[in-house]
């Protein structure tokens, strides 16, 4: 079930499962590079900055700062991030939550879930079975293709390929 407003579905990850944040994220009709929204074309953007400029994603970039991982956000290229919505974060249960922040290695741990090593777009992506995280364990999300949707794990991926300082976000 969509746990999200029409309001929500606007933007990056519409969360399907209240246990743990997932990403959500439509598939690009084409493989080439999508400006985020705020920024023309080619113009260089910067992952912090479109975290910011975003006030559905503010949850996600809260996060990262939390566990220390927002810095690494400008360094790290040729990666592909999974973006949750803060409405994946608020269909968690808030205890659950609560005690998640509360456990930053667990929580570190959990943020590098939502990284893939390389720049994957929707069109690779459709193509596999499994991709890897970075988490410690090396988590494997299953890829599911049902017509133009392409799901991640328990995520559907509403907005797809955008392209920002060498970083694909879903």
């Known amino acids: 079930t969509d746990r999200t407003s029409d309001s929500e579905t606007s933007d990056e990850t519409t969360p399907t499962e209240p246990a743990e944040p997932e990403v959500a994220v439509a598939r690009a009709a084409a493989d080439a590079p999508v400006a985020p929204e705020g920024w023309a074309a080619g113009e260089e953007c910067q992952v912090p900055a479109l975290l910011q400029g975003n ?9 990262a700062q939390a566990v220390q991982m927002a810095d690494d956000f400008e360094s790290n290229t040729g990666v592909t991030m ?5 409405g994946a974060f608020e269909a968690m249960d808030p205890a659950a939550l609560q005690a998640l922040r509360g456990d930053l290695p667990r929580l570190r741990n959990l943020m590098a879930a939502h990284f893939l090593m390389g720049t994957l777009r929707t069109s690779y992506l459709s193509e596999q079975e499994q991709v890897q995280t970075l988490s410690q364990q090396r988590d494997a999300l299953t890829v599911t293709v049902e017509g133009e949707s392409v799901r991640l794990g328990d995520a559907n991926i509403v907005r797809a390929d955008i392209e920002c300082n060498g970083v694909i976000i879903h």
């Open 55 to 63: 006030p559905n994603l503010t949850t996600f970039l809260e996060i």
């Open 82 to 86: 999974l973006i949750p919505i803060n």
